[in-house]
């Protein structure tokens, strides 16, 4: 299926760790022609940032865990997209999943705040536990040999993946979230097909759109993802989890994007229209 419009829906701003500023950000987007662009920053309790002094809007020392942060931050991209009138500036946040299921949310908001018109609610397993020893393979390199014997047979890392897949189902099930956003990130690694067959159909059963996210090269499971992914006709999302750090240009890493989106249309995939997050959904899943 072809992609309805050129669209990036996870980009991290300075209300989070995004690097750059606003208006440099929003006018590289609309020189790229990309028409709609989702702005997701952590939401979780120990996500603070510092940014430097002279950052527009954000200086110093940030975080979105808090109810009046968070009614400000929708109130500046009202106000941004008044300025950039030529792409379309949709809300979210991401939002992280406990292992019981339910949202790292402050007091005094609801998932029902990324549900009016112009958001949606994305979810993540990023910061809560369990999480992959991505800094051992972060920084080990290539894995080792060791390593499906360890995901098969370790008591540990056989835990990690049933909490990871548990949650995961437990926040479908009760929440229904718009977007389940980077789960090659922190998923479990050496999982059997039927496993990630079942990822793709609970996707599908729920409505919940599966993040392909090119930051990171997804390569993990990629095979079967696209396979049960078309055979069902999961939902799918494109993204770039735009950060800023590094020396590379944004536009260099969107460019890099578009293999996803060819790969997408390759693959006959159900890719998201973006403009179904126009709507006011807010009726939907549990307050």
Same mark, same amino acid.
């Given at each position: 299926?072809?992609?309805?419009?050129?669209?990036?829906?996870?980009?991290?701003?300075?209300? #989070?760790? *995004?690097?750059?500023?606003?208006?440099?950000?929003?006018?590289?987007?609309?020189?790229?022609?990309?028409?709609?662009?989702?702005?997701?920053?952590?939401?979780?309790?120990?996500?603070?940032?510092?940014? #430097?002094?002279?950052?527009?809007?954000?200086? *110093?020392?940030?975080?979105?865990?808090?109810?009046?942060?968070? &009614?400000?931050?929708?109130?500046?991209?009202?106000?941004?997209?008044?300025?950039?009138?030529?792409?379309?500036?949709?809300?979210?946040?991401?939002?992280?999943?406990?292992?019981?299921?339910?949202?790292?949310?402050?007091?005094?908001?609801?998932?029902?705040?990324?549900?009016?018109?112009?958001?949606?609610?994305?979810?993540?397993?990023?910061?809560?536990?369990?999480?992959?020893?991505?800094?051992?393979?972060?920084?080990?390199?290539?894995?080792?040999?060791?390593?499906?014997?360890?995901?098969?047979?370790?008591?540990?890392?056989?835990?990690?993946?049933?909490?990871?897949?548990?949650?995961?189902?437990?926040?479908?099930?009760?929440?229904?979230?718009?977007?389940?956003?980077?789960?090659?990130?922190?998923?479990?690694?050496?999982?059997?097909?039927?496993?990630?067959?079942?990822?793709?159909? #609970?996707?599908?059963?729920?409505?919940?759109?599966?993040?392909?996210?090119?930051?990171?090269?997804? &390569?993990?499971?990629?095979?079967?993802?696209?396979?049960?992914?078309?055979?069902?006709?999961?939902?799918?999302?494109?993204? #770039?989890?735009?950060?800023?750090? *590094?020396?590379?240009?944004?536009?260099?890493?969107?460019?890099? =994007?578009?293999?996803?989106?060819?790969?997408?249309?390759?693959?006959?995939?159900?890719?998201?229209?973006?403009?179904?997050?126009?709507?006011?959904?807010?009726?939907? =899943?549990?307050?």
């Amino acid at each position: 299926m072809k992609a309805p419009f050129l669209y990036d829906l996870h980009v991290h701003t300075p209300f #989070s760790d *995004g690097q750059v500023d606003f208006d440099t950000m929003l006018g590289i987007l609309t020189r790229l022609n990309v028409e709609f662009v989702g702005f997701a920053d952590h939401v979780f309790p120990g996500a603070m940032y510092v940014h #430097s002094r002279t950052m527009p809007i954000c200086p *110093g020392l940030t975080n979105c865990f808090s109810e009046s942060t968070l &009614r400000r931050r929708k109130a500046v991209f009202r106000l941004l997209q008044r300025k950039h009138p030529r792409i379309t500036i949709l809300h979210s946040g991401e939002v992280d999943t406990f292992p019981d299921g339910t949202l790292a949310l402050p007091p005094g908001i609801t998932p029902d705040f990324f549900r009016d018109a112009g958001s949606y609610l994305m979810v993540a397993k990023h910061h809560t536990i369990p999480k992959q020893l991505n800094y051992i393979y972060k920084h080990r390199g290539a894995m080792m040999p060791t390593d499906p014997w360890a995901w098969r047979y370790s008591p540990r890392l056989r835990l990690n993946a049933l909490m990871w897949e548990k949650g995961v189902y437990a926040t479908f099930a009760r929440y229904h979230p718009d977007v389940l956003a980077h789960p090659h990130e922190t998923m479990p690694l050496y999982l059997p097909e039927h496993r990630v067959r079942r990822l793709l159909l #609970s996707c599908k059963k729920h409505g919940v759109a599966y993040e392909l996210n090119y930051a990171e090269k997804p &390569r993990t499971y990629l095979k079967e993802v696209f396979t049960w992914g078309e055979k069902y006709q999961t939902p799918f999302t494109i993204a #770039s989890d735009f950060h800023g750090f *590094g020396r590379k240009p944004f536009e260099d890493i969107f460019n890099e =994007g578009l293999e996803i989106f060819e790969l997408a249309e390759r693959w006959n995939l159900n890719i998201v229209n973006p403009e179904k997050y126009l709507q006011d959904r807010s009726r939907r =899943g549990n307050p």
